[in-house]
């Protein structure tokens, strides 16, 4: 017996969570119960992360948590209960499986069949965020090695595991040449641990054209969180509806099994709410602890049960339905169906699934790091980078000097075209003359005489090399 922890979440979350319960007892599953309560109530009982401090304790000692989904109030102060608990948790991989059930779910793409695996703890949902200047605002996005390589060695394994294919990596580092390009690097060092996996990368704009034009071209894709969260959502639409896809969060220790969709409020408390996503979720938590004979049977009478055209309002279309049914009508008809398997639709085999053992992040050894200038930002609300670059002039030392002003990253000094737009937010560089590196006094010093010249400094980065390799973007046009 598996003691986990369950929330039934807000909106359509209890009646999905009940169904889901419901069917996965009938078919036999080993687990114990332990309630929590999270979300709406819990928000406006004052708790701005959605949950108390005794369910943590809940969630930690379980383990594993089958989680309905909850509405986040409306107004500012109010943190994301997902994002908090995957971080806390060290969730870092999000596993959402995307297939179409052609032809009995109305899809344009009959034959797609692909995980996405997103990585779920960095990137820009950091939410480091700040205003510095009356006209500009930062999200820092924070991509780690340790990051990288667990969720792109877990998208290998699980595709080795899984018996698929292919792993495809989407990244945006034609742009972002040191974050998405960690990313790009990572995967393929990892890829080329794992020959009998066919292995590509493409840029994510036209990566996600072909994902939403021929679904099919992929079989598992691993992404930065930003757009593994966008895309997920475009795959699981185009297989039919966002209320057939589950979603796992793995992490070392712990991991939590949801629906991708949210707590539909409109549709709650009216018994027609689709309890698929759920109950794919709780599937996946089924494999995870090891309860693999249960998962296959309800998979298989889950896939019959559409094959039968008994489906809920959302995927209901004349013709290809036979029988519209409530969430409760839907849950009994899979109970019905334990033990058989569809015909048409791929049967599924678990005998080979439980969790993904993978090994420990091992920090590397420490590379040569020297500090090569640094940059300073600065709020200026003038509009000509020639009499900025005046002024940050009185800043210049013996060695360390205005090399270039950005403004929104692109050079505007020096040789800055007229027509570019700046905002009052403006990167000075400061770069050694003399020798190759400068010190940390230095960079002192040019904040002191920032001072002394009335200069307004909201922020400085310092420019490194790592093993003597540039550790930083040049400004465009440089
Ligand atoms: P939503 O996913 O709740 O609903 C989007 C659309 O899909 C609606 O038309 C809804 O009726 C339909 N839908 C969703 N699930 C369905 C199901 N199981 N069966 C049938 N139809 C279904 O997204 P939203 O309206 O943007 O968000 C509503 C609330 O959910 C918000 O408070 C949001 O913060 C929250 N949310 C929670 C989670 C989570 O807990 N994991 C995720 C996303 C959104």
Redesign the pocket.
Known sequence: MRKITVAK?????PE?MDATLEIIMAAGAEIEIEEIEV??KVYLAGNTSGIAKESWDVIRRNKVFL????????GGGYK???VTTRKFLGLYSNVRPCMSLHPFVKTKHPVMDLVIVRENEEDLYAGIEHQQTDEVVQCLKLISRPGCEKIVRYAFEYAKHYGRKKVTCFTKDNIMKQTDGLFHNVFDEIAKEYPEIENEHWIVDIGAAKLADTPEAFDVIVMPNLYGDVLSDVAAQITG????AG?ANIGEECAMF??????????AGQN???????LQGAVMMLNHIGQTVVAEKIQNAWLKTLEDGIH????FKEGTSKQKVG?KEFAKAVIANLGNKPTLLKEVSYANSSALNLPKYKRKPAAIKELVGVDVFVHWAGSNPDELAKIIHYLDKNNLKLSMITNRGIKVYPDGFKETFCTDHWRCRFKPTQRNQISKSEIIEILTNAVIHNIDIIKTENLYSFDEKQAFSLGQGQ
């Open positions: 979440g807000d909106g359509i979350g999905i979300g709406e989680k309905a989904p909850i509405t986040t109030p409306q994301s209960l997902n509806s966002v209320g057939l979603s949801e629906a991708i969709h949210g707590s539909a409020p409109r549709r027609s709410a689709n309890p698929s996503g759920l809920t309002n959302d995927i969430t």
